[in-house]
């Protein structure tokens, strides 16, 4: 009997057959644990080495070199190559969040969430970036070399500093929406205070501070009328500038962060409310997003001029472009009647 060839087709199709019937099917199992996997533990692991190193590598090459250039007179040139290989250590960590891997299988919310941790993780090594760099050029001009100056540069970097605490805020927050839709108890991530002289340091000075206005406040040079005078006058000057400095900061800081949803501040002249122009999209956003804005800004707008008393109180009201309210705060107690 005569035995039938196939054709080049057929042959083709007999074979992938063949083959594709071995091939192992992924279940609906083994994806589910595959997401679980990525979200319970390699974003969280991966997310918080990154932040354990960039603690490590801020400690060390700011905080210890700081302090050994402010105490015991390390080489400048030292100092800012300690600093330029912390930048460059935190420029590499942003790079790492940006190519950090997502899987396609999260689904559309999971996804978005976990955007929202990398893009806050981010913040964080840009804030601290820009911050060593203004350091930099104060060292360059010898900011930190009188014991005068010491305190003062000091405390305004390490406010701009805690501007990463909103940062880690907001990274929690998101990773409390990936625990409830997935009924997980994932742990939040720590909130690390980024310094730029350690406490005892910063106690030390306060007190050389005191000291030294002590002896400017018994010295003779002038009548007792004569300096009260001259100080206050150099204080409300300082002050003034300090608070312009100050809002100017805040301002350029919301928008940078929220320029999807605010589109400017405006202060009313002689008068305590301030009014935070939003954009439509706000329309968009949930009942939650609405009371995470405006509680996060408000509050955060509000501490600025309080705190630093350039206000005694404030009236902060978020508007839509049409001249709506979308916000303002409460008449009694604290908090913000938010309107939907």
């Given amino acids: 009997m005569e035995r039938k ?33 990525y979200l319970q533990e390699t974003l969280p692991n991966q997310v918080n080495e990154r932040l354990t190193s960039v603690e490590e590598q801020w400690n060390t090459l700011m905080v210890d070199n700081m302090i050994v250039y402010t105490e ?19 420029e590499d960590n942003i790079q790492a969040s940006k190519d950090a891997f997502i899987p396609n299988d999260l689904g559309w919310s999971n996804t978005r ?11 964080v090594y840009k804030t601290l970036t820009k911050q060593a760099k203004k350091i930099s050029k104060d060292v360059k001009k010898s900011k930190f ?9 000091t405390a305004k970097h390490e406010k ?43 106690q030390e000075t306060e007190e050389e501070e005191k000291q030294e206005a002590e002896v400017e406040f018994n010295a003779k040079d002038q009548s ?18 300090y608070n312009k400095e100050t809002l100017e900061n805040a301002y350029t ?26 954009t439509d999209t706000m329309r968009l956003a949930t009942e939650e997003e609405k009371d995470y804005l405006v509680t996060t800004v408000g509050t955060y707008l509000d501490n600025i001029y309080v705190v630093n008393e350039i206000k005694e109180y404030t009236y902060i009201v978020f508007r839509y472009p049409n001249g709506e309210t979308l916000a303002e705060p409460k008449i009694f107690g604290t908090g913000w009647n938010i309107k939907n």
Avoid: C
């Avoid at 015991?72 to 935190?90: A, S, V």
């Avoid at 976990?114 to 913040?123: F, G, L, N, R």
């Fill in 160 to 202: 701009k500093l805690a501007k990463t605490d909103r940062n880690f805020n907001s990274m929690n927050k998101t990773l409390s929406k990936i625990n409830k839709k997935n009924d997980y108890n994932i742990e939040e991530f720590s909130n690390i205070s980024f310094k730029l002289l350690n406490k005892e340091e910063e």
């Fill in 253 to 278: 800081s919301i928008l940078e962060d929220y320029g999807e949803f605010i589109s400017s501040i405006e202060e009313l002249p002689k008068d305590d409310i301030i009014i935070i122009n939003v």
């Fill in 72 to 90: 015991e007179n390390q080489n400048q040139e030292i100092t800012l190559e300690n600093i330029d290989e912390l930048i460059k250590d935190l």
């Fill in 5 to 37: 060839s196939f054709g080049p087709f057929w042959t083709l199709v007999i074979v992938f057959t063949l083959f594709t019937s071995f091939v192992p099917e992924v279940s609906y199992a083994e994806d589910k644990d595959s997401k679980d996997e």
């Fill in 145 to 153: 070399e009188s014991d005068k100056d010491l305190h003062k540069t």
């Fill in 113 to 123: 969430y976990v955007k929202s941790i990398y893009k806050a993780e981010q913040k």
């Fill in 224 to 241: 007792d009328a004569e300096k009260e005078e001259t100080l206050t006058e150099e204080q409300i000057e300082k002050i003034e500038q």
